[in-house]
């Protein structure tokens, strides 16, 4: 399998071509400017110099032919024949040399410039048409060249060194995030010692890792409080079972009674530690009336007249049915099975929340029993009575986790308890 480009190769070959991009520009703009300023310059010369030498070829003194003279060393000379073809590529700044000459003379007949291969610039005369002033202009094509190559090796060998420096700045923390992955996900404080001076993000990418690693962490921890709990729970009534189909049971009614109970037993408590695996956050939210939902549970009770119902006579709520359906219903089988009745449930509604609260009129709960009670397999004070698997208020807080909510509970004075479900109105 072919393998992916490290961050730090990618990270140093981005910032290496927007280094070099950058330095081409540069040196291009700079390149035309200083061709601009020299044409400019330049043609400045050659006008003043042309106009000296056609005005000196005028006149026959001493002075005159002595400093022509000094003129044709210096690389100006006249000409009587026209100036010759091109045989080469104009260079841009002796073109521009041309260009700016004929705007000073006002006549860009009287100006040409040619390349043979030495650069030429062609002045006719004022004075005798027939006649042309030759000057040799300085060709900086190699120099230039060569200094352009020079600037380039410097500036991708500067490049080079930066790329790195930034590259491995930007890379070192992920580098030592990936080195302490493992401790985060196993909750090692890693964050505080090792990540120092690390960007925002690793810090961000490194809480969030620990966030996972602690899910995960308590999912494994529940996962074995489950199974610890599924085998205590389910042990008691398959122990009896097997008692009871040894002595033959079986054949007596009553008894025959007891092991289907057992048995729902054993249906019930499998029943919840599904329910407390499933969270039921894929199920899809839809409008219902939840006094309705509320009143098909209080039907179903064994003592329904036991029950009493407190709130507005419709309320619409975007819910997750069945979850809803499997807390409120938990609610009420914890209610009847440690509380007394008689039983409440009332339905309080706001703007942006709403709340439902089961009561009972029981013995309630012990001040330490009540820290401990929603947490998986936590069963209530004994005083309250016994049963069931103790998943009851763990899956109601999963609902209304998974609502946006929060379930509270607590006694109630001077005899009772109250669990509440605080819900978010969704829109």
């Not at 090792?194 to 921890?221: D, T």
């Amino acid at each position: 399998m072919k393998q992916s480009p490290s961050t730090f190769s990618l990270i140093f070959g981005l910032l290496a071509l927007a280094l070099l991009l950058a330095l081409s520009l540069a040196s291009m703009l700079t390149t035309r400017i200083t061709v601009k300023a020299g044409s400019e310059s330049y043609g400045r010369l050659v006008i003043a110099a042309a106009l000296a030498a056609d005005e000196l070829s005028a006149r026959h003194d001493q002075d005159a032919v002595q400093t022509l003279r000094q003129l044709d060393e210096a690389g100006l000379h006249f000409s009587t024949t026209p100036p010759p073809p091109a045989t080469v590529r104009i260079s841009p700044m002796l073109r521009d040399i041309g260009l700016k000459v004929s705007q000073m003379l006002g006549d860009p007949s009287r100006v040409a410039v040619t390349q043979t291969p030495e650069p030429q610039i062609w002045i006719r005369s004022a004075h005798d048409p027939a006649r042309w002033m030759v000057l040799h202009a300085l060709s900086y094509r190699r120099q230039v060249l060569a200094s352009s190559i020079l600037v380039m090796l410097l500036a991708g060998v500067i490049v080079l060194i930066i790329a790195s420096a930034a590259a491995r700045l930007l890379t070192q923390p992920l580098e030592r995030l990936a080195a302490h992955a493992q401790g985060l996900l196993a909750g090692e404080p890693v964050v505080q010692t090792q990540l120092k001076g690390s960007p925002r993000e690793v810090h961000q990418l490194a809480f969030a890792i620990g966030q996972a690693g602690e899910r995960l962490r308590h999912a494994a921890r529940e996962r074995e409080l489950m199974l610890a709990g599924i085998s205590h729970d389910l042990r008691t009534p398959l122990a009896r079972l097997r008692l009871a189909l040894e002595l033959g049971d079986a054949n007596d009614h009553q008894r025959r009674e007891a092991m289907v109970a057992d048995l729902e037993e054993l249906d019930g408590a499998l029943e919840q530690c599904l329910a407390f695996v499933r969270d039921g956050s894929d199920e899809p939210r839809r409008d219902i009336d939840v006094i309705t939902l509320i009143g098909q549970l209080l039907a179903l009770r064994v003592q329904p007249d036991d029950w009493q119902l407190h709130g507005p006579a419709v309320f619409q709520a975007k819910v997750r049915p069945s979850l809803l359906r499997r807390a409120l219903g938990n609610l009420m089988d914890n209610a009847e099975r440690h509380g007394a009745a008689p039983f409440e449930v009332a339905l309080d509604t706001g703007d942006t929340f709403w709340c439902v609260s089961v009561i009972d009129h029981g013995a309630g709960v012990s001040a330490e029993q009540l820290e401990r009670l929603g947490r998986p397999f936590q069963r209530g004070d004994p005083a309250r009575g016994q049963g069931g698997t103790g998943l009851g208020l763990s899956i109601v807080a999963r609902a209304a986790q998974v609502h946006g909510g929060t379930l509270t509970w607590g006694n109630r004075a001077p005899r009772g308890f109250v669990a509440s479900m605080r819900i978010p109105v969704v829109a």
